[in-house]
């Protein structure tokens, strides 16, 4: 319920035929996930209700699950994003794949140094 109250509030405003009359500040749609699986399962939908936001050419900038719970963070995300810039996007999506390349170093590193303490033998005490 909160989901359509927000779409209300930010989206679109569309007639009973639903043709656009006034466009918000973004634009909301919903997929019923019973009649589209094959399309939920391609997107990497595991949980419901589960939040694509996608800007323009971007694409998907965020992509997550949230419970009624916690029904903030997609409150927060949209403020977050709906005047997020080409520059912004591009600065994020370098930090993420900085994160997980050095998530990949720290992982090789900790297997190395596993791999040395476990050949290394004590020295013969003189």
Same mark, same amino acid.
């Given at each position: 319920?909160?989901?359509?109250?927000?779409?209300?509030?930010?989206?679109?405003?569309?007639?009973?035929?639903?043709?656009?009359?006034?466009?918000?500040?973004?634009?909301?749609?919903?997929?019923?996930?019973?009649?589209?699986?094959?399309?939920?399962?391609?997107?990497?939908?595991?949980?419901?209700?589960?939040?694509?936001?996608?800007?323009?050419?971007?694409?998907?900038?965020?992509?997550?699950?949230?419970? #009624?719970?916690?029904?903030?963070?997609?409150?927060?995300?949209?403020?977050?994003?709906?005047?997020?810039?080409?520059?912004?996007?591009?600065?994020?999506?370098?930090?993420?794949?900085?994160?997980?390349?050095?998530?990949?170093?720290?992982?090789?590193?900790?297997?190395?140094?596993?791999?040395?303490?476990?050949?290394?033998?004590?020295? #013969?005490?003189?």
């Amino acid at each position: 319920l909160r989901y359509k109250k927000l779409a209300l509030e930010e989206g679109d405003k569309v007639d009973c035929e639903g043709r656009s009359l006034e466009r918000g500040r973004v634009r909301f749609a919903e997929v019923e996930f019973n009649s589209n699986i094959k399309l939920c399962r391609s997107l990497g939908i595991k949980r419901l209700p589960h939040i694509h936001m996608y800007k323009g050419s971007q694409g998907r900038i965020e992509d997550f699950s949230c419970s #009624p719970k916690n029904f903030h963070t997609v409150i927060d995300k949209l403020n977050e994003n709906v005047d997020i810039t080409v520059e912004d996007i591009a600065f994020r999506r370098d930090l993420d794949a900085g994160s997980v390349l050095l998530d990949e170093v720290v992982a090789d590193l900790q297997l190395s140094l596993q791999g040395k303490n476990g050949t290394h033998h004590a020295q #013969p005490k003189k």
